[in-house]
């Protein structure tokens, strides 16, 4: 049982390059988030998505676009990377978020902007 | 101010040792209460999970919640060297999200 995937693992851009963080999960879950974790600052919601085919911004949205490709997959897209952006990057699902408290996570991206 | 204030730490405690671990917020909607374990370079789980006020025993940990004072705690009885992890309230509203805290670093050391 894989729960939630993420690729890539580790990524180095150089300032203004774009890529996008894949998630997938088959846990059969409604809900899926972004969050970015930088140390001092903890987790922070980016993006989240009760639901296919709907997405809400969280508390750090600038800069990132999401798609929710279907029930499984949840994409995180840095259009032009910023060095802001060096960060631990985690994709989660859960069944009924907050209600249930159970967010599962992945292992985590690990970004450098340069 | 954070909506969810928690002290970074690190703490270091010997095995055995009774650990608690706090969070206050700010926030008088949050009703939702749940601690998360992050072992390094892995992503968070799930630990314990509070509705409302009250405590709650799991094992070794047990999860308080006082919504009279915007705090809550996890305590850790006997704690061991595989408990050494960060830990990460996080609370939520009637939503969808999850608040964190900053986390906690402890280390239990034999």
């Known amino acids: 049982n894989a729960g939630v995937t993420q690729t890539p693992k580790f990524q180095v851009l150089k300032t203004g390059q774009s890529m996008t963080l894949q998630c997938a999960q088959d846990?059969?879950?409604?809900?899926m988030y972004w969050y970015r974790q930088d140390p001092g600052m903890g987790l922070r919601l980016i993006y989240y998505?009760?639901?296919?085919?709907?997405?809400d911004k969280g508390e750090v949205p600038n800069g990132y676009n999401v798609s929710r490709l279907n029930k499984r997959e949840f994409s995180l897209r840095l259009e032009s990377a910023a060095p802001s952006q060096t960060s631990v990057y985690f994709c989660?699902?859960?069944?009924?978020?907050?209600?249930?408290?159970?967010?599962?996570f992945g292992e985590g991206s690990r970004l450098t902007v340069l | 101010q954070k909506e969810v204030e928690q002290d970074p730490g690190p703490l270091s405690v010997p095995e055995g040792a009774i650990v608690s671990l706090n969070c206050t917020y700010s926030?008088?909607?949050?009703?939702?209460f749940m601690w998360y374990r992050q072992y390094s370079r892995k992503g968070p789980e799930l630990l314990m999970y509070?509705?409302?006020?009250g405590n709650k025993e799991d094992g070794r940990f047990t999860a308080q919640v006082d919504k009279s004072s915007k705090y809550i705690s996890l305590f850790i009885r006997d704690s061991q060297p595989s408990d050494s992890a960060t830990y990460l309230c996080?609370?939520?509203?009637?939503?969808?999200?999850?608040?964190f805290g900053t986390g906690t670093r402890l280390q239990v050391f034999p």
């Open positions: 989660a699902s859960s069944s009924s978020g907050g209600l249930t408290g159970e967010l599962f």
């Open positions: 846990m059969n879950h409604n809900s």
């Open positions: 998505s009760a639901s296919e085919g709907t997405t």
């Open positions: 926030n008088s909607a949050f009703q939702y």
């Open positions: 509070t509705y409302s006020s």
């Open positions: 996080a609370m939520s509203a009637d939503t969808d999200k999850l608040i």
